[in-house]
Nanobody, 130 residues
């Protein structure tokens, strides 16, 4: 059974930093890509960042480029999202999600956006105060 468990959310002041963790189990980690989506109150889910655990290819939405960094530790089956220079508009529930790396990364490279993957975590709240 695929399981994705997020942690690391919390309350931070604008300009501060948080590090999110996504711990994965139930699948061959190296075959998958793991991404982060956010959902602000009253809005739909938006793709934030994604990393291929196969070759390390990364993607960032324009809104977070230069501020967020995604990385993975294949030995620990864990993906991290380092979020710096946080803004109040980053306030949202952040979800970790996974799908097979090759088609997902190919789609991102062709279309410039992350499609909805098959597997999801429960989410972790990030609140940035002004």
């Amino acid at each position: 059974e695929v399981q994705l468990v997020e942690s690391g959310g919390g309350l931070v002041q604008a300009g501060g930093s948080l590090r999110l963790f996504c711990s994965a189990s139930g699948f061959i980690f190296d075959d998958y890509a793991i991404g982060w989506f956010l959902q602000a109150q009253g809005k739909g889910r938006e793709g934030v960042s994604c990393i291929s655990n196969n070759d390390g290819t990364t993607y960032y939405a324009e809104s977070v480029k230069g501020r967020f960094t995604i990385s993975s530790d294949n030995a620990k089956n864990t993906v991290y999202l380092q979020m710096n220079s946080l803004k109040p508009e980053d306030t949202a529930i952040y979800y970790c999600a996974a799908d097979f790396a090759s088609p997902w990364i190919a789609h991102i490279q062709a279309m410039g956006v992350m499609y909805t993957p098959n597997y999801w975590g429960q989410g972790t709240q990030v609140t940035v105060s002004s």
